[in-house]
Structure formats: structure tokens, C-alpha cells
């Protein structure tokens, strides 16, 4: 008889995480480092050797309470990025464009399904890879889900070829500025260095990445559900159709724009899928209250994976409430000066990885521990190329699993994924690529990797 563990809902994961932050104040001694302005990356960075105990601030029951609605202020713009996309294409779906363009496509690729994965995997690891895309993950949801239900595949098989292939390229990245980059500033090393070594260890990982994503899919391929492609009554048709998905096709353009070239963040994202919702709906002759009422559909189909985003975030406020992230940060790193070469850079992998699921920001992950463990590395005798390899590797893979990821969780609670059956999928893949980074960091060392 198999006993199969449940995972709680995705809320009261979160809630028992921010539980566990708000004890832990009470019993772990508070503690910080000082931090300094660094004109390199336009951070504030802590300054290593400089850990000191201070006043115990543990939070009470109310504080805690108090720490979801912080949460929720400080990942403000996600969250709503999160509402308006949803809304937004609740008013696209509405027309019927989508439809008959997911209809489209299925029919292009019939008897060819599997390509589908490959391609798609490769296109989102792309984004992962250049700009660390997550969250903007959120906007493709409703168009991977209706190609998904064409080809048969479950919406597992959607999550995965988009935000995991995406975490993916991010983690084994040689050219993301959030991770990679931040990180080889912080380590006083040369932008770029150590590239065409990133870059076939993340061959390796996308690659394994996409054969576990389309082992998966033909696992559990069903008959394709029809999704409507037929124009009906009440629904737009020619031009109006070409229009809607032509309103679509551009704020993607936009968004990648914006994001590329034009230093956009969250909110002109969001405004910018507003704006797609509104022209859609109108020219699609849904009329002013008819587009209302389908993004008020699409805002509540999204409030789940919106809260989840804040309730994320609050279990970062909580610890840093408490005083007790710079003491765990210490913690983790400090017992590793003591290690041998090879063990001190698995150890700080080891460690990168545990510290991510209290630190969900992997930038801020590497402000707060690239400058404490540059100078271990440098006693060690430890390239500091290894170094950030170390955190690139546990921090970048972590986002796949960590239930304090928010973009992790929208994603999946927009696709209808429980987090249970996502990480029976995801844990035996993300075992695997570990092995692989941590293959990587072993030869890094052998070769004398700088």
C-alpha cells in the first residue's frame, strides 16, 4: 500500500512559513551586519566581518498577522501586474480571437505535438536566460493553457516548458544581468567571464529540462480537447478577429521591449495589458460594460494567485522584521571557512540553495552574500569565479521548488496546478540538475576556472 504525502494548500504553506519566521525571532539572537551604498551595482551590500548582535525585536501574534498585509505592499506591483493580465485577457478570451487562433496553430502542428515543447521550452529559456523573466510568465498562462488542452497535455506540461524552462536558462545563465551579473560585480570580476563554460553546462541543464518536460507530456497525453476555433454568434469574425489578436500580438512586443530596451518594470507592464483588455473589448464589440464585466471575470480568477504573490513576500518581512535574516545568513556560510576546497564550494551551493527559500530575490540573494563570501573564498584559496558559480547554481535552481516564489506560485495557481503535483513532477528533475551544477562547480575547480 503506497501512503502519498499531501501537500497543504498553497496558503497555508505560505501561512505555516510565516509561522515558523515569526518563532524562529523568538528563538534565534538577532543579529545584522552593517551594509554600504556600492556604486558597481546601485545596491545597498553588507560588509563582511562586520556581523554584531542587536536588541531581539521577536514578533507577537498581531505583528505577525500584520506582516501579510506589508507583504502584500511590498510585492504591490506584481500583485497587480498579476490582476490586470488576468483581466485582460479574460476580455480577449471572451471574444473568441484566442480560440480560433489556439485552433489554428494545433491544427499546424497535428501529429507533431512533441515539437510544440521544444520549441516553446527554448523560447522561454531565452527570456530566463537575458532578463530573468518570471513573472512575466504570467501574462502567457491563458494562451499555454488552451494550446495545452488542443494537444492533450495537462496544464503541468504548460508550467513547465514556460516558467521552468525560464528558471532554468536564468540559473545556468552567462549573460543574466540579475543574477550572473550582479553577482560578478560584487565579486570584483570581469562582466562576461567564464561565459562559453555557463554556457554549455546550461546546454546540459535545458536540455535534461526539456527531455523531462516532454517525457512527462507523452506520459500523460489525452485525446486534445476541442477548444472552440469556429467563429459563433455574438462572437467577433474577419477583420474584428484579426484586430483582437493583432492587440494581443503587440503588447507582447511591447512587453519584450520595454523590458529590453526601455527600463520598464512591472507597473507600465501592467498598464500596457490594460490597455490590450480595453482595445480588445471594444473592438470586439463587447461595448464599455460588457469589457468591464470581463475583467472583473478575469480579477477574480486571478485573486488567488495574486494574494499568494503578497503572502510570498511576507515571510521575507517577517524575518527581516524579526532581525533574524542577517543571523541565519551568518549561520549558514560562517561554518564553511572550516571546509576543504571542493566541500567549502558544494557547501556554499548547499547553502545558497537553503537560504533561497527565505530570500526569494535572487539579486537581493546576491548583495547579502556575495561580499561575505568573497573573502572566505579568498582565505580558501577559492576562485571567486567558483564562487559565484556556487550561488548562481543553489540560488538560480531553487526558484523551481520554493514555495516563497511568487511568480512560482501565480504561475501554477493561474494554470490550476496544486503545488503538490508540481513538485512530484519537479523534484526528481531539479534533483538531476543539481548533480549537474554541482558537477560544474567540481570541474570549475579542476580546470582553475577565474
Not at 511576507?314 to 561554518?335: E, S
Request: hydrophobic share 55%; glycine share 12%; net charge neutral.
Amino acid at each position: 500500500m503506497t501512503v502519498r504525502l499531501r501537500v497543504p494548500h498553497p496558503i497555508i504553506l505560505l501561512l505555516g512559513c510565516l509561522l515558523a519566521a515569526a518563532l524562529l525571532s523568538h528563538v534565534l539572537p538577532a543579529g545584522r551586519y552593517d551594509r554600504r551604498d556600492d556604486p558597481a551595482t546601485g545596491r545597498s551590500v553588507v560588509v563582511p566581518g562586520t556581523f554584531h548582535r542587536v536588541a531581539s525585536q521577536p514578533l507577537g501574534p498581531f505583528q505577525t498577522l500584520v506582516a501579510l498585509p506589508k507583504g502584500l505592499v511590498d510585492a504591490a506591483s506584481v500583485v497587480f501586474l498579476v490582476f490586470l493580465v488576468g483581466g485582460a485577457f479574460a476580455v480577449v478570451e471572451q471574444t473568441g480571437a484566442l480560440g480560433q487562433a489556439v485552433g489554428w496553430l494545433a491544427r499546424q502542428v497535428e501529429h507533431r505535438e512533441s515539437l510544440v515543447i521544444p520549441i516553446v521550452s527554448v523560447a522561454f529559456a531565452v527570456g530566463g536566460l537575458t532578463e530573468n523573466m518570471q513573472e512575466e510568465i504570467i501574462a502567457f498562462v491563458p494562451v499555454l493553457l488552451l494550446l495545452t488542452r488542443r494537444l492533450g497535455f495537462d496544464p503541468v506540461t504548460a508550467v513547465a516548458m514556460s516558467l521552468g524552462s525560464a528558471a532554468v536558462g536564468a540559473a545556468f545563465s552567462p549573460i543574466d544581468p540579475f543574477q550572473v551579473g550582479i553577482a560578478q560585480k560584487l565579486a570584483e570580476l570581469p562582466p562576461l567571464s567564464g561565459g562559453l563554460f555557463r554556457t554549455v553546462f546550461m546546454g546540459v541543464a535545458l536540455g535534461l529540462w526539456i527531455w523531462g518536460t516532454v517525457r512527462y507530456a507523452r506520459k500523460t497525453q489525452v485525446a486534445g480537447e476541442q477548444v472552440p476555433d469556429t467563429i459563433r454568434r455574438g462572437d467577433v469574425a474577419g477583420a474584428r478577429t484579426g484586430i483582437v489578436l493583432s492587440l494581443v500580438l503587440a503588447a507582447f512586443a511591447l512587453l519584450v521591449l520595454g523590458i529590453l530596451r526601455l527600463g520598464w518594470g512591472f507597473d507600465e507592464l501592467s498598464a500596457v495589458f490594460f490597455a490590450m483588455g480595453l482595445a480588445a473589448g471594444l473592438v470586439a464589440g463587447l461595448g464599455w460594460s460588457g469589457t468591464a464585466e470581463a475583467f472583473v471575470t478575469g480579477f477574480r480568477s486571478m485573486a488567488g494567485a495574486a494574494m499568494l504573490v503578497g503572502f510570498a513576500r511576507a515571510i521575507y518581512v517577517a524575518l527581516d522584521q524579526g532581525q533574524i535574516l542577517d543571523t541565519v545568513v551568518h549561520g549558514l556560510f560562517n561554518p564553511i571557512a572550516n571546509l576543504p576546497v571542493t566541500a567549502s564550494a558544494i557547501g556554499m551551493m548547499a547553502a545558497q540553495t537553503v537560504l533561497h527559500v527565505p530570500v526569494p530575490s535572487v539579486s537581493g540573494q546576491a548583495v547579502l552574500t556575495i561580499p561575505i563570501l568573497v573573502p572566505v573564498s579568498d582565505l580558501l584559496g577559492l576562485s571567486r569565479q567558483v564562487t559565484v558559480l556556487s550561488y548562481h547554481y543553489g540560488a538560480g535552481l531553487c526558484e523551481i521548488l520554493t514555495p516563497t516564489n511568487g511568480a512560482l506560485m501565480a504561475v501554477l495557481a493561474a494554470a490550476g496546478v496544486p503545488y503538490e503535483r508540481w513538485m512530484r513532477f519537479a523534484v526528481p528533475l531539479w534533483g538531476a540538475l543539481f548533480v549537474v551544477g554541482g558537477l560544474a562547480v567540481v570541474v570549475a575547480i579542476a580546470t582553475g576556472l577565474r
